[in-house]
């Protein structure tokens, strides 16, 4: 997918060599290349830096990955917080680019969309994750004082009686309650997907809080979609799967009784990161969107010409499978995940024999994504994507040419800034050879209409 030599069927996927080029607007200047301990940059001068601090400043980050509400929940592949300040603060700091509305295309559980509250934006975000657009409104929720009480009230209720059920277990006469069953889930199907990873008094009381909110939800909605958030946030830790990307099992020992406490240190995690966020100045409008970033422009979605700036970290081509990454939280929660399984973009599962016919399927799609981008972003608007070079099939993808060459009838580039990045398992050596896998961040202007 790049002029580079030695990989063949590159020039066949149209991508131009990911080296510095040429263009943009007059006042704009293009400088060399420099490098240093494997970093990269280029564009205008004045940007290499605070570029170069974005992609390498969240390597030693504790502080701004811990601060308001990113702990929350945890989510795989997500950009790093810090990162997606330093983005931030170069889009509208440095560049000072109107109006002050930023959009995430692909927002995930919300990393851009929390920067940008706290930078007193108005914030949209977009993903195909249904459980993404619930985590990030979480994350970014503007509630009032008054209903931020009550939500830490219900939550330390549910947990109490959570734990009190975990404690009843060890009695002699205890009658587990039977396992609840969810509208429109089919409830065979859900037990083979969750069983497996549970041991049976933690599902019991995972079960229980879902039931407390449940209950909730034929009250109060948002409330329970608020509470969810929380109880996902524990469904990987109290599992026997290793992790959110790993499916292989692991014991692990569970308390009687520690799946309500967590509940409730979540629910207090949750308040204090909301807390914070509105101290350091989150006061706009706040847009979710469970929706396909190739379709974003139209009514009551996103107005043309109405974002000032746009930061996200699309999907790397070939190199996850996000919704198998997702599927027991989904399953669990009783979310239906079919429409995002389907338009997943780039996913791993469609190269398995047809790397190259998936690889510009890819492309394809990221050029309707660009396309979209072009109509809500405001002339001479900013849009800051990260992306890493990744393996189709076998073969390697150079992200940045790729990127360059989609975007070039619509935007210029500004700056950018690469990083290399260790090569995983045989597959990626053998693909990538002597050339470094990189990843990288590209600042673009959305170029004047002629």
């Given at each position: 997918m790049s002029s580079r030599p030695a990989k063949p069927n590159s020039k066949a996927l149209g991508a131009k060599?990911?080296?510095?080029?040429?263009?943009?607007?007059?006042?704009?200047?293009?400088?060399?290349?420099?490098?240093?301990?494997?970093?990269?940059?280029?564009?205008?001068?004045?940007?290499?830096e605070p570029l170069t601090y974005a992609l390498r400043g969240a390597k030693d980050d504790e502080l701004v990955k811990n601060s308001l509400t990113h702990p929350l929940h945890s989510y795989p592949a997500r950009m790093h917080p810090a990162t997606a300040r330093a983005l931030v603060d170069i889009c509208f700091g440095i560049e000072k680019v109107q109006p002050r509305v930023v959009l995430d295309p692909f927002c995930g559980s919300g990393?851009?969309?929390?920067?940008?509250?706290?930078?007193?934006?108005?914030?949209?975000?977009?993903?195909?994750?249904?459980?993404?657009?619930?985590?990030?409104?979480?994350?970014?929720?503007?509630?009032?004082?008054?209903?931020?009480?009550?939500?830490?009230?219900?939550?330390?209720?549910?947990?109490?009686?959570?734990?009190?059920?975990?404690?009843?277990?060890?009695?002699?006469?205890?009658?587990?309650?039977?396992?609840?069953?969810?509208?429109?889930?089919?409830?065979?199907?859900?037990?083979?997907?969750?069983?497996?990873?549970?041991?049976p008094h933690v599902r019991r009381e995972l079960e229980f809080i879902a039931g407390a909110i449940d209950e909730e939800r034929e009250e109060d909605e948002q409330m329970a979609d608020l509470l969810s958030v929380c109880l996902s946030s524990l469904l990987i830790k109290t599992s026997r799967r290793t992790s959110d990307t790993s499916p292989k099992g692991m014991k692990r020992n569970i308390a009687r009784g520690a799946p309500g406490r967590w509940f409730g240190e979540r629910i207090e995690l949750m308040v204090q990161g909301l807390i914070d966020l509105h101290r350091e100045g989150a006061s706009g409008d706040v847009t979710l969107l469970e929706r396909d970033a190739r379709k974003l422009v139209g009514p009551g979605v996103v107005a043309p010409e109405s974002v000032?700036?746009?930061?996200?970290?699309?999907?790397?081509i070939g190199t996850y499978d996000y919704v198998d990454h997702h599927r027991l939280r989904l399953a669990f929660l009783g979310m239906p995940y079919d429409d995002f399984e389907r338009k997943e973009?780039?996913?791993?599962?469609?190269?398995?024999?047809r790397a190259h016919q998936a690889a510009l399927k890819a492309i394809d799609d990221f050029k309707e994504c660009l396309k979209g981008f072009d109509e809500v972003l405001v002339p001479g608007g900013l849009m800051a994507l990260m992306v890493g070079?990744?393996?189709?099939?076998?073969?390697?993808?150079?992200?940045?040419?790729?990127?360059?060459?989609?975007?070039?009838?619509?935007?210029?580039?500004?700056?950018?800034?690469?990083?290399?990045?260790?090569?995983?398992?045989?597959?990626?050596?053998?693909?990538?050879?002597?050339?470094?896998?990189?990843?990288?961040?590209?600042?673009?202007?959305?170029?004047?209409?002629?």
């Open positions: 060599s990911p080296q510095p080029q040429k263009g943009g607007k007059q006042r704009r200047s293009q400088a060399t290349t420099r490098r240093s301990v494997g970093i990269k940059a280029g564009g205008i001068k004045t940007l290499r990393t851009t969309l929390v920067e940008g509250r706290a930078a007193g934006l108005d914030v949209i975000g977009a993903d195909l994750n249904p459980l993404a657009v619930r985590i990030a409104r979480a994350k970014t929720w503007a509630c009032p004082k008054k209903r931020l009480t009550a939500f830490e009230q219900l939550g330390a209720k549910i947990s109490a009686a959570a734990v009190e059920e975990g404690k009843a277990a060890r009695r002699a006469d205890y009658e587990p309650r039977p396992i609840r069953i969810l509208k429109g889930v089919d409830p065979a199907a859900r037990d083979e997907e969750i069983a497996p990873w549970y041991a000032g700036a746009i930061i996200s970290s699309p999907p790397y973009i780039g996913a791993r599962r469609r190269f398995k024999g070079d990744s393996v189709a099939g076998v073969e390697p993808v150079w992200a940045d040419g790729v990127l360059r060459e989609i975007a070039e009838d619509r935007f210029s580039v500004l700056g950018w800034v690469s990083q290399e990045r260790d090569k995983l398992g045989s597959l990626e050596k053998r693909a990538f050879g002597e050339y470094p896998k990189r990843e990288h961040i590209l600042l673009f202007e959305k170029k004047s209409q002629s």
